[in-house]
T-cell receptor, first 115, second 115 residues
Framework: NAGVMQNPRHLVRRRGQEARLRCSPM?????VYWYRQLPEEGLKFMVYLQKENIIDESGMPKERFSAEFPKEGPSILRIQQVVRGDSAAYFC?????????????FGPGTRLTVL | GENVEQHPSTLSVQEGDSAVIKCTYSDSASNYFPWYKQELGKRPQLIIDIRSNVGEKKDQRIAVTLNKTAKHFSLHITETQPEDSAVYFC??????????????FGKGTHLIIQP
């Protein structure tokens, strides 16, 4: 039973380019969460999605960041016109039921470096 | 969401001794409190969780206690071993009941087991 998959594992972009991060949830899970982790800090919640719906994007920056979880394929976190401050590890997690207190299982993360 | 305060930020204990990590929060709505362990460069992994209808939960050498009235919860690791060395995060869910939501993370405790 494959766990949460993320790709790429490492991504290098120059300032002003776009970054696309992908997340495939565990088999049978249809709820995906994205988090950002800066060095030496805890994870910060960004967005929660179900298939074809954004449920909660309260942690997402208002500009340059967007997320989707289409009916087919992985969830994608997109960062337009990246800046150095976007350098971080981006983790996604998935959960099975969408009920309160649902256990979240994390992927290995994508480490984004902006030059 | 409301923050989670976690301390200490670094904890060094002798192998075989116990380690205790404490967290506090301020909102009344949270009712789910998972703990994650993150080794360097790896994904966060759930080690134990507790829901607000119980005060204590134990799994082998790991235990978690919750005082919902005082709004604090703690992780206890007994008979520590070298493989326990990692960063530990306390987390809580943002809202009570209803659907799933993003987790709020503490800043983490770097646990070092001295041989």
């Amino acid at each position: 039973n494959a766990g949460v998959m993320q790709n790429p594992r490492h991504l290098v972009r120059r300032r002003g380019q776009e970054a696309r991060l992908r997340c495939s949830p565990m088999k049978g899970h249809s709820h995906v969460y994205w988090y950002r982790q800066l060095p030496e800090e805890g994870l910060k919640f960004m967005v929660y999605l179900q298939k074809e719906n954004i449920i909660d994007e309260s942690g997402m920056p208002k500009e340059r960041f967007s997320a989707e979880f289409p009916k087919e394929g992985p969830s994608i976190l997109r960062i337009q016109q990246v800046v150095r401050g976007d350098s971080a590890a981006y983790f996604c997690a998935s959960s099975p039921t969408g009920q309160g207190g649902d256990t979240q299982y994390f992927g290995p993360g994508t480490r984004l470096t902006v030059l | 969401g409301e923050n989670v305060e976690q301390h200490p930020s670094t904890l060094s204990v002798q192998e075989g001794d116990s380690a205790v990590i404490k967290c506090t929060y301020s909102d009344s709505a949270s009712n789910y409190f998972p703990w994650y362990k993150q080794e360097l460069g790896k994904r966060p992994q759930l080690i134990i969780d507790i829901r607000s209808n119980v005060g204590e939960k134990k799994d082998q050498r790991i235990a978690v206690t919750l005082n919902k009235t005082a709004k604090h919860f703690s992780l206890h690791i007994t008979e520590t071993q070298p493989e326990d060395s990692a960063v530990y995060f306390c987390t809580k869910s943002l809202y009570s009941g209803g659907g799933a939501d993003g987790l709020t993370f503490g800043k983490g405790t770097h646990l070092i087991i001295q041989p």
